[in-house]
């Protein structure tokens, strides 16, 4: 089980029991939101994609859209996003539990400039009904990310 994988992930960093688990789905970015009493826009949501088919995760704050022309501007590609059984097969977790942390050999992580407008955020641990509380310092050094991207627009971007 994924939420199994990023628990003994985190147990190595020390830090396993600051992952919470909720009685009700937290599979989305408003569900999240409420079950952890907080604002959806500080929900860090995992985005998936494939780039000259590799798999891509993208984390970025939640109220936060992929901007297609930053998009290709960056990876020099059109956004493709993966399928469900895609997600699970190159990533290994679930669509609504997708996070940066034990993931699959391979994909590549970026983090997205949304997230920097805050100190802390809150990724899914791998589960449809999990989250973790993290410093964005916390964010960079548990997911093995490759860069920080510009490639989402926010709401005030419109």
Do not use: Q
């Not at 089980?1 to 599979?27: L, N, P, Q």
């Not at 059109?78 to 059984?85: F, G, H, I």
């Amino acid at each position: 089980m994924s939420i199994e994988k990023v628990k003994d992930f985190f147990k190595e960093k020390g830090i396993a029991d600051r992952i919470r688990e909720f009685d009700t789905s937290s599979a989305t970015v408003e569900l999240a939101a409420e079950a952890l009493s907080c604002e959806p826009c500080r929900i860090a949501k995992s985005l998936t994609f494939k780039v000259d088919e590799k798999a891509v995760l993208i984390v970025a704050a939640g109220d936060a859209r992929v901007d297609n022309r930053k998009y290709k501007e960056f990876f020099g590609t059109k956004a493709k996003m993966l399928t469900p059984d895609e997600v699970l097969s190159l990533i290994g977790h679930a669509v609504g539990g997708v996070c940066p942390f034990a993931i699959n050999d391979g994909v590549s992580v970026y983090l997205d400039n949304s997230l920097k407008r805050f100190e802390t955020v809150f990724p899914a641990c791998g589960s449809s009904n999990s989250a973790i509380g993290l410093s964005i310092e916390e964010l960079e050094r548990y997911s093995g990310f490759i860069s920080w991207a510009d490639v989402c627009k926010l709401p005030t971007d419109e």
